[in-house]
């Protein structure tokens, strides 16, 4: 009676061995399964970048940029003749309007014309507001 059951622990035992090395073989096979699939992805998008700096290239091109300006911009081409020097530039003429004070604000705040008003719209004495009545 005691073997019996000892044997059946032992196959009981063995089963759920089998039972847990197939669930680690299971995702062992998904997980190596993802890793493929993410190196394939990883592969695909470096593909892209290098299409993608292909086509930057060949667009950033000077001789390509350079036909598009002649095709589609009426410019013409800088003449040694545009250049001059800088001693040959002449003089900057004098200056007739008297600039302004060094102190702008100041000057309106000490304008005499001023007649205590605070806008030009407020003449005589302002209106007294609600709350300020006494």
């Given at each position: 009676?005691?073997?019996?059951?000892?044997?059946?622990?032992?196959?009981?035992?063995?089963?759920?061995?089998?039972?847990?090395?197939?669930?680690?073989?299971?995702?062992s096979t998904l997980r190596?399964?993802?890793?493929?699939?993410?190196?394939?992805?990883?592969?695909?998008?470096?593909?892209?970048?290098?299409?993608?700096?292909?086509?930057?290239?060949?667009?950033?091109?000077?001789?390509?940029?350079?036909?598009?300006?002649?095709?589609?911009?009426?410019?013409?081409?800088?003449?040694?003749?545009?250049?001059?020097?800088?001693?040959?530039?002449?003089?900057?003429?004098?200056?007739?309007?008297?600039?302004?004070?060094?102190?702008?604000?100041?000057?309106?705040?000490?304008?005499?014309?001023?007649?205590?008003?605070?806008?030009?719209?407020?003449?005589?004495?302002?209106?007294?507001?609600?709350?300020?009545?006494?």
């Amino acid at each position: 009676m005691v073997v019996r059951f000892l044997n059946i622990c032992v196959i009981a035992g063995l089963v759920l061995a089998a039972a847990y090395v197939y669930d680690i073989k299971y995702q062992s096979t998904l997980r190596a399964e993802r890793v493929a699939k993410l190196q394939h992805d990883v592969r695909r998008e470096r593909d892209v970048i290098a299409s993608l700096r292909a086509e930057w290239a060949r667009l950033g091109n000077p001789r390509r940029i350079q036909t598009l300006a002649d095709r589609h911009l009426s410019l013409k081409r800088v003449e040694a003749s545009q250049f001059v020097n800088f001693e040959s530039l002449p003089e900057r003429p004098p200056q007739i309007v008297q600039p302004p004070s060094e102190d702008p604000i100041g000057a309106m705040l000490d304008d005499p014309a001023d007649d205590g008003n605070l806008t030009g719209s407020v003449t005589g004495n302002p209106v007294a507001v609600k709350g300020d009545r006494q």
